[in-house]
């Protein structure tokens, strides 16, 4: 398992975000690879993927909504 070093991190929040407080993640790009996490837990788990993973996922999602 690797670790990577997200204190630097530039978190950016979902364009879907209401700002009402509903779900909402948060994503920021780091060095080769994406994290997201939750905006309501922002010291909580983090996901972290490839570039290639995120690009894969955001193409999938469009797709489907």
């Given amino acids: 398992m690797h670790e990577f070093d997200l204190s630097q991190a530039a978190w950016r929040k979902s364009s879907r975000s209401n700002g009402a407080g509903g779900n909402c993640v948060e994503v920021a790009g780091v060095d080769a690879v994406v994290a997201v996490r939750?905006?309501?837990?922002?010291?909580?788990?983090?996901?972290?993927?490839?570039?290639?993973?995120?690009?894969?996922?955001?193409?999938?999602?469009v797709r489907e909504a």
């Fill in 38 to 61: 939750d905006s309501k837990d922002p010291e909580g788990p983090v996901l972290v993927m490839s570039r290639r993973a995120w690009g894969a996922f955001v193409r999938a999602s």
